[in-house]
């Protein structure tokens, strides 16, 4: 029992609370993140008096630990950078979005794109309206709930990873920052320091903007951030220490001339410069730390691909006709065989070769053609002049024969070695991609998340299905496959099942979606049992919503965008027809980011009726759609409609 117990240790509690752990501390730190940001936007000010910035930031998450954070962030900093009624309102305002994020929850109302901007403009504008004292506060109340609808846009988007809005929204912390009450400007510092680590002329005009809001003099950041970042953009590629150093001088001389306290102000553009300095380097570091791949996985597999390329030069890279001097070999054994023993041989292929060499030629078409010789093929001063007809018609036959088993033979193998080929093209390009990449995929937050509607009935309501379909992450991209075997049944099911097991696990690995089923292709054509699977192959980018539709040999599919119905892909061969020329998948690029719908179906599913019910269908599953879609089919043979479409994510 002790020598079991050592062979098969216990696992540690350790091991299984380290997730739990690791889940946790990132959960902690977000909304630890989420009350900082709010706290340090609770101190912006426009026009001297605050604004609700801070409070908007809550409606850009779910109910949830980072939406409580950044209400108590909000409530705090108002608490400790305003007084009077101002801060009762914008306390309250904080209290109110962050019980209308948990009122709304499980409703469509938080996915629109409007609802929370309205929201928010509608409440503060009820909150600060009711104390409204004269016409002159109008335009600055207009202003505020203005602000207000704009903010809450721009969070929404900057928490799902925009990047127009990540910038807007980082220039509205820089001004939270360059507001508060604190004996060095940390707006114009941090906003000095990403001039000089990004350099990009959009973020200086935004980040100078906002420091403008705070009370500099007017448009001093804007010149002291965007002239030096677009004058000395070119020697920022070639020298960054210069580009750093002119940065400094020209922005510390703008702040000298315009600036009311230059002496603090350029002591923080030195100090941000150095930050931006360093921040730049860091990049760099983890660049070349990444790229320190170790042998086993950068130079050995760069060497392997290198192998892989050599042997695939050895084969052929393209199909070639059969030889037209076959046709002539068959005459020349015939005449071998048959006139080589007549006594006439010596007038025929001596005297008079250019007739005989005529007349066979004028034969040959037909005779090619047609796969077998008659003596009526042969012109008739032939047929009169050759003594043994038949025998060289039947020596014609045996040799044309033979001529077409050897030609069927060597395009088979020719064409068993342009499947080889092409796989060792797709196995080189993915161990070159794997050894000159540190890290495939770098996760980040989705924006989307895919709403699948699957509906699948066997043939005349059988239990086993020859359509199969699966769903799965990998690589940064969200995969649906939808495979279709040919006929009904266990067999039909079987193939279906290994076709997409293969993808899935190439699909996994890190290989491209192309060169995955160009392996699937050659694997078919090898087997050689002409037995067929349809692949539908949908890969969709859930951060930007764009998606990549692969079709092979599969039913037409339908993509509605509005009211719109468009259908999608051909009749073509499946996978494992043939190789190379037209063999190979159709592509189509798609958006499903804008409420756009998809659906992929197996030929079962088919009927002209599908078009119009899926224009005229009003309602809101995907699995009813699904279902709408196949109802009233005959089912004489396996059916199955899959509909995918986009919903927008926001995390909590």
Known sequence: MKESMAKHPLPRSGNRLRPVIRGRGRTLFRGLACAVAAFVLSGAKLLGAPVPMAACLIGAFHPGFSSLCAALGAA???????????????????????????VFQGTELPQKIWFFPLMSAALWGLLRGIGLRSA???????????LCACSSAVFRRAVIRDRRAMLVGGAAILWGLASLPLPVNLGLL???????????????????LALDLTGLEPCCAVMAFCLPVILLQKLRKREMPLYALGFLLLSSLIILLFSAAPAANCLCLGAGTALGMIVHKLPQLHQAAAEAVPPERGTRLHAAAKVLRLLRQQLPQEAECPCESEAESVYDGAAERVCRCCERFRRCWGDRIHETCNALNSAARGIITAGTAKAED?????????????GFVTAVNQELEGMLFRRQYRMRLRECALVVAQELSCLEDYLLSSSTSGELYRAGMDAYLPEIGLCSFGKNGAAVNGDRSRRFSSGGRYHILLCDGMGTGEAASRMSGETIELLEQLLKSGMSPENGLKLLNGAELLR????????????????????????????PSYYRSGETVKKIGTASPPPGVGVGGEHV????????????????????????EIEEALGSYTGRSSVALAAYLVSGLSGEDDMTALTVSLRLHISS
């Open 528 to 555: 050689g049992d002409d037995r067929f699977t349809t692949v539908d192959l949908l890969s969709i980018d859930l951060q930007t919503g764009q998606a990549e539709l692969l079709k092979w040999g599969s039913a």
């Open 585 to 608: 998948p159709e592509r189509y690029t798609l958006s499903l980011s804008g409420g756009e719908l998809l659906v992929l179906r197996s030929d079962g599913a088919c009927g002209e």
């Open 136 to 146: 002159e506060e109008l335009p600055q109340w207009l202003l505020q709930m203005g």
């Open 378 to 390: 042969f012109p008739p001063e032939f047929r009169e002049q050759c003594c043994h007809l038949e």
């Open 76 to 102: 705090g900093g108002y608490l400790a950078f305003t007084g009077g009624t101002s801060c009762a309102e914008l306390v309250i305002l904080s209290l109110l979005l962050l019980a209308a994020v948990v």
């Open 190 to 208: 941090l906003g000095s320091a990403l001039c000089v680590s990004l350099g990009t002329p959009q973020l200086a005009l935004a980040l100078g």
